[in-house]
C-alpha cells in the first residue's frame, strides 16, 4: 500500500466530517490501516514525523470523542515500531508511552501500554545513548509485572541492551577522564547500576516462574486443566523467545471496508 496516498485519504475523510457531520465518519480501524502501512516501511526520519504527526493530530480529535472509538494501543504500536527502526526518534518514543499512559489514566483502558509498548522504547532509548531513560523504563516495567498490570515480563534482551547502554557510557567516561583516582568512584557507581540490574532480572525471572508454577499446581478444573498444564511451559517460550520489532498483532482491515473507503476518495 501507499502510505501517502492511504495518509492523505484518511485526513480528507476527516477534513470532510469536520465540515459536514453527515459525511462518512472516521474510525479507528481505517486509522490503524494508515498506520500499519507507515509502519511497514524501513527506517525514515520522515515517514516516522509523519506517522506520528497523524496520530496525535487523531488522538486530539479522538479525545473530543469524534471518533467511533477511542484509539487503542496497537495506533501507537504502529508507530512505535517505525520509531524503533528510525534514528533520533527516542524523544518522540517518550512522548508516545507518556501519551498512552496520560490516556489510560484518563479512563482509555484500550491505550495501556504492554510489554512490547516498553520494550520498543528502552531499544530506541537505548541505541541512541539515553541509557537513564532505558533504565526508568525498565525498572518501571518490571514493577508493573510484579504488581500485575504487565502479564508479561520484561525479555532478556532489555535487560541486555540497558547493560550494554551502561557499559558504553562507562567505556566513554573512562576516556575521558585521565586520572585513575577519579575514574574509580565512577566505575563503582555503574558496576553497582549493572549488578542491580542482574539482580533484578533474575527476581523477575524467579517471581515468573514462581507465578506460573501456582498456576500450574493449582486446584485444576474443567475450564482450566489444559491452560493450567500448560502455563509453565508457555511461559519460558515467551520469556525466551526474542521480541520482534513490531506490534504484537496485525491488523487486517476488512475488505470491504477498505474498498469503500478507496473507491470514496479516488473517484
Known sequence: SNPDQADYLFRQLVSDYRKDKRRAKPNV???????????????????FTRAESLLTEIREFSLSSRLDAALDRECFHHVLSLGAKTKNSATSMKKLIEMMKEDYQNGNKRVQPNTTTYELVIRSLCQEGIHEDAHKYLREACTMYKNRKLRIPPS????????????RVQHQRSLSIESEEAKRPQDEQIEQTIGDLLQLQHQILGHSESTHSKVASAPKTK????????????????????VAVGVEQQIAAEESTTALFRKRWTT
Not at 37 to 46: G, I, Q, R, V
Open 29 to 47: 480501524r481505517l486509522l490503524n490501516t494508515v498506520l500499519k502501512s507507515w509502519s511497514s516501511l524501513e527506517s525514515s526520519a520522515s515517514s
Open 223 to 242: 475450564a482450566n486443566e489444559i491452560k493450567s498444564a500448560n502455563s509453565t511451559a508457555l511461559f519460558r517460550q515467551r520469556w525466551q523467545r526474542k
Open 156 to 167: 532478556p534482551e532489555s535487560f541486555q541492551s540497558v547493560i550494554e547502554a551502561w557499559k
